[in-house]
């Protein structure tokens, strides 16, 4: 029999475990509490059950824990990226940036991805697997513990596509927001998806008051389909139509990740059809200068030009802000990191 994650349990889960094995029910709420508030690693750690109790529990159960393979930390603006070390032998990634509001965790919710963009180096080896709600808090405890520090911010947008592994990522948000646990708030956790419709309706209905961000990088469906495959299935218009739905639903900002490349989405043409398809949605545009990658020979659009698509889009009234390139000392852009390292390994 595989031994079950006592970390990917809910309360009730664990209240309906306890009950299974001829102990009292409360005991799932103590060892939940005990779990995420304390982010153990090990059965034998949780001190508020007896010794014979947590012995019963070792044949069975188990917390699941990744190791840091390694940490890299940016001599320019302090962003750390880690290396973890899944139990089954595969690595994921994850980065810290530092804020004057705050620290941010990007975390991955997928080993590889399928999604097949372009320009990204998480997908060139396409999907291994998707990661289970204890491996995806796992990157936030194991992040909090040793940097000894509370995270202000996370965002689901490191390897992997999440709306791809939906059921373990929402079930991840409920385990962190519990009030018995971490208490994460909602309201502190952006959710990155490339655009799939059908979760992105299903997620509105959640009414979480948690950020979508749409990673568009284009107006246009036939140039989007040549950067990201996901755009053959979902036309930008369906995309459009999802958000007006999530918005009302949670009345969330939404946010468009727009990567510039030049002279492929910078065009006067863009910022037109862009500003078109986004007027009457209460969204923000994040812009992306490219972070180049070996399989992807497109140049990042010239800083002037960035500029000024921020200028124009805010003159057409909608809200745009020029992300900061940060980690650029430690390949902190997703993917690079955990590709070149599995490149030396092997």
């Known amino acids: 029999m595989e031994k079950i994650d006592l970390k990917s349990l809910s309360i009730d889960e664990l209240k309906g475990l306890f009950k299974n094995i001829g102990e009292k029910e409360y005991r799932g709420v103590q060892t939940f509490s005990f779990i995420h508030g304390n982010m153990i690693t090990k059965i034998s750690d949780i001190t508020v059950l007896s010794k014979t109790l947590r012995d019963k529990l070792e044949k069975n159960y188990y917390i699941s824990n990744l190791d840091i393979v390694e940490r890299y930390d940016s001599k320019v603006d302090n962003t ?74 996370l965002v689901l947008m490191g390897s992997g596509e999440p ?13 962190l927001h519990n009030e018995k646990g971490q208490n994460f708030s909602f309201r502190n956790i952006t959710l990155s998806t490339c ?25 246009f469906d036939e140039d989007r389909k040549k950067m990201m495959p996901i755009g053959k299935v979902y036309s930008i218009d369906e995309i459009i139509k999802a958000c007006h739905y999530y918005f009302e639903k949670t009345n969330r900002r939404i946010t468009f990740e727009y990567t510039l490349i030049k002279n492929k989405n910078d065009r006067k043409e863009d910022l037109e059809e862009l500003s078109r398809i986004l ?37 057409r009234g909608i809200n745009a802000t020029i992300r900061k390139e940060m980690g650029s000392d430690i390949n902190a852009a997703c993917g690079q990191l955990r590709r070149d390292y599995i490149s030396k390994r092997s």
């Open 80 to 153: 750390k990226k880690y290396l973890f070390l899944l139990e089954d032998g595969n690595i994921i990634e994850s980065v810290v940036m530092e804020y004057n509001y705050g620290t941010t965790a990007c975390i991955s919710t997928q080993v590889g991805c399928r999604m097949g963009c372009a320009f990204c180096a998480s997908t060139k080896e396409g999907l291994v697997r998707s990661l289970t709600p204890g491996e995806i808090l796992g990157q936030v405890y194991g992040i909090q513990r040793n940097l000894d520090i509370k995270l202000s911010n």
């Open 279 to 315: 007027k009457g949605l209460n969204c923000h545009i994040n812009l992306i200068p490219l972070n180049p990658i070996r399989e992807y020979k497109e140049n990042k659009a010239d800083t002037e030009v960035v500029t000024n698509f921020k200028i124009e889009l805010e003159k």
């Open 163 to 175: 709306l791809d592994n939906y059921e373990n990522v929402l079930k991840f948000l409920y385990l």
């Open 195 to 219: 655009g799939i419709v059908p979760k992105i309706y299903k997620l509105a209905e959640e009414e979480l008051p948690i950020t979508l961000s749409i990673s568009l990088h284009s107006p």
